[in-house]
């Protein structure tokens, strides 16, 4: 069975950082693309960055040049390194990897960590 597993959320003041990370453990293939979303209550789930296996990333608009997507194959772990965060950066935050087992390719999604800025 294969779990993904989040930490690194928390409360913040505008302006600082946080270092969200998520490791994929179980019987597992292979990891292709890996990525972040965040939700607000009573919004749609919404994407933030993206990570393929070959390292190209893609991010959100509202977060390009503060938040760096990074990757660590060989640990089966993404990172989501947010800096100048602001309040409306607050939100629940997902991972989620595209993953082959022996039953095949399917989307995952870790259990969500909280990140909240305020002062």
């Known amino acids: 069975q294969v779990q993904l597993v989040e930490s690194g959320g928390g409360l913040v003041q505008p302006g600082g950082s946080l270092r969200l990370t998520c490791a994929a453990s179980?019987?597992?293939?292979?990891?292709?693309?890996m990525g972040w979303y965040r939700q607000e209550p009573g919004k749609l789930r919404e994407s933030v960055a993206m990570?393929?296996?070959?390292?190209?990333?893609n991010y959100a608009d509202s977060v390009k040049g503060r938040f760096t997507i990074s990757r660590d194959n060989a640990k089966s772990t993404v990172y989501l390194q947010m800096n100048s965060l602001r309040p409306e950066d607050t939100a629940v935050y997902y991972c989620?990897?595209?993953?082959?087992?022996?039953?095949?390719?399917?989307?995952?999604w870790g259990q969500g960590t909280q990140v909240t800025v305020s002062s």
């Open positions: 990570i393929t296996s070959g390292g190209s990333t």
């Open positions: 989620n990897a595209q993953i082959i087992t022996r039953l095949g390719n399917r989307d995952y």
């Open positions: 179980g019987s597992l293939f292979r990891i292709n693309d």
